[in-house]
């Protein structure tokens, strides 16, 4: 989903290194391309072990990031025609139309219904149903089998 249907990784990269200041750790900006794909998850626990900290709950964390990526996209967020008759031709050939997303649920949907293609889809696969995160194909072998 991200940088693939919502140019967001630069306002990931922003929100989630100011979620971080808050807790007194600055993140170098070639962090976020190191990680790009990881789960927040994952990179939450690479954050603790690395800066030997423990952080508040996941969940508190992304929401936080979550909401600040929303406003920054807000702003700048263009849907994209081509994406809109991409998914229209998928559907008159009678295919299936899924996501698969290291995001959590929440952030997923939030996402794709700002772009407006969120009641386009059959099937919506997110971090939050595969126990083993990118680089494990887990997420998309569940959308696949879904």
Known sequence: MDGVLVDSPRYNKIAFQRVMAEHGI???????????????RDTIVDVEKTHGVKLPP???????ATAMQIELLKTDLKP??????????IKKNGLKLAVGT????????????????????DVLVTS???????????????????
């Open 26 to 40: 600055a993140i170098p900006d070639d962090y976020h391309k190191r990680h790009l794909g990881i789960s927040f």
């Open 102 to 121: 290291a995001s959590m649920r929440y952030r997923a949907e939030k996402f794709l219904e700002l772009l407006g293609i969120l009641k386009e889809l």
């Open 58 to 64: 996941l969940m508190s964390l992304s929401q936080k």
């Open 128 to 146: 939050d149903e595969v126990q083993n995160h990118k680089p494990n194909p887990d997420i998309y072998l569940e959308t696949a089998r879904q």
């Open 80 to 89: 994209n025609p081509a994406l809109k008759h991409f998914f229209a031709d």
